[in-house]
């Protein structure tokens, strides 16, 4: 069946691993970002790693059907220094990947709803530490869970399995409402441990429509998409007319052959996973991200920072699935995850994997090095994809030997 948490968990957890601290940036290995509106400082090299074996691997990872295409880019101090695009956006129409071809992204929207909740927070809008009924109502009767609570998936709340064909709604509050009724709620007193949840963003999503009277996209659009150029980046629209939109593919198991994704509706996604983008808009996000002109310095360093359960522990030290612990001690910030584990020098690299029928992507960044690669597939998430290879090549002067 078809459902709105094919926002897989799995492939989600299959790809984190590592550990990080809970302190302020200095301590995260971040250093400091740069201020609003600095000129972005030219790297001394075009790129600083292997070039040619990065390419080799996107063009293998295609040879061997991994996926029908691929998109990568690769961004420092504010500019691009690479950018491959292989294989078929479209398989019916033979259509080549191109550098502007818009991918869905999973779950690597959740970085943009916490960016949209900060900045709401310093606009006083909203309080991520009240609780979600102070803005929704209709959780009146449940237990206490805040905002934060959400963003950093402690809140407890039980990841919504539903069919969407069965569904007839139009926002992220509709699809709360469905939630707020669902049994069980909660998969455990919030607060007190830490499970990856969609439904945590859907209330999110939820949040920011309440609050503003606005759509996701109206609101992403004010925040976020236009003040920082990100112009093809958006909350996906099946209806809408995307120019270079990607087709999805899922690989049949018994032959390997790619066969045309299954229907999704993705406007349900929403908070959690709606977005569509370009490998090179997302890492035009991160450097924005990196260097002070997306959030406020305290902001940035809320979303930096691992999740604290109420009883001040870690949220990483009590995964509620015995399946989380192959994560080992990453932390989980406000829509990011931070692995200090991985590198030589104890300095923190921050990604996030997506996954949504027919799509898989990867965006990450070493703040450090002031370095952000973004990686875009349009085939489900399999072990053939290339994530692996191409962190270890572009992450190479950085990772452990």
């Known amino acids: 069946m078809n459902t709105i948490n094919s926002l897989s968990r799995r492939?989600?957890?299959?790809?984190?691993?590592?550990?990080?601290?809970?302190?302020?940036?200095?301590?995260l290995g971040l250093g400091l970002p740069m201020p609003s509106g600095a000129a972005p400082t030219k790297p001394a090299v075009p790129a600083p790693f292997d070039?040619?074996?990065?390419?080799?691997?996107?063009?293998?990872?295609?040879?061997?059907?991994?996926?029908?295409?691929?998109?990568v880019a690769v961004w420092q101090y504010g500019q691009e220094v690479f950018a491959l695009q292989q294989g078929y956006a479209n398989l019916e129409l033979r259509s080549a990947v191109q550098a502007e071809s818009v991918f869905r992204i999973g779950s690597l929207s959740k970085q943009f709803t916490a960016a949209m909740l900060l900045k709401l927070a310093e606009a006083k809008t909203v309080k991520l530490d009240l609780p979600v009924k102070h803005y929704l109502p209709f959780f009146g009767p449940k237990e206490n869970f805040s905002l934060r609570e959400l963003l950093q998936h402690s809140a407890g709340i039980h990841d919504a399995d539903v069919d969407p064909r069965q569904l007839k709604v139009s926002s992220q509050i509709d699809l709360a409402k469905i939630i707020a009724k669902q049994k069980p709620f909660f998969d455990f007193a919030p607060?007190?441990?830490?499970?990856?949840?969609?439904?945590?963003y859907f209330l999110a999503g939820a949040v920011i429509e309440k609050v503003t009277g606005k759509s996701l996209q109206e609101v992403g659009d004010e925040l976020l998409f236009k003040p920082l150029q990100l112009k093809k980046t958006r909350f996906d629209d099946p209806k809408r007319v995307i120019e270079q939109r990607v087709a999805g593919y899922s690989m049949q198991e018994s032959d390997g052959a790619f066969?045309?994704?299954?229907?999704?509706?993705?406007?349900?996604?929403?908070?959690?996973?709606?977005?569509?983008?370009?490998?090179?808009?997302?890492?035009?996000?991160?450097?924005?991200?990196?260097?002070?002109?997306?959030?406020?310095?305290?902001?940035?360093?809320?979303?930096?920072?691992?999740?604290?359960l109420r009883n001040r522990r870690k949220a990483n030290t009590n995964r509620f699935s015995p399946n989380d612990k192959m994560m080992g001690n990453v932390d989980y910030g406000l829509g990011l995850l931070i692995d200090h584990e991985s590198t030589s020098d104890q300095s923190a690299i921050v990604h996030h994997h997506g996954g949504v029928m027919g799509f898989a992507a990867m965006l990450v960044s070493h703040p450090n090095s002031r370095l952000s690669y973004a990686v875009l597939c349009n085939a489900d998430s399999n072990p053939k994809l290339p994530f692996r290879d191409i962190r270890r090549t572009v992450l190479a002067s950085v990772l452990k030997k």
């Open 11 to 27: 492939h989600f957890l299959h790809l984190s691993a590592g550990a990080c601290g809970t302190l302020g940036l200095t301590s």
């Open 51 to 71: 070039t040619i074996a990065l390419s080799e691997i996107i063009k293998k990872a295609i040879a061997n059907q991994a996926s029908p295409g691929i998109a």
């Open 191 to 200: 607060g007190s441990a830490w499970l990856y949840s969609n439904s945590n």
């Open 259 to 308: 066969v045309n994704a299954d229907y999704e509706d993705i406007v349900l996604n929403g908070a959690a996973g709606g977005m569509v983008s370009t490998a090179s808009d997302l890492c035009r996000w991160h450097q924005a991200l990196f260097n002070g002109e997306a959030l406020s310095r305290d902001s940035l360093e809320q979303m930096l920072v691992g999740g604290l």
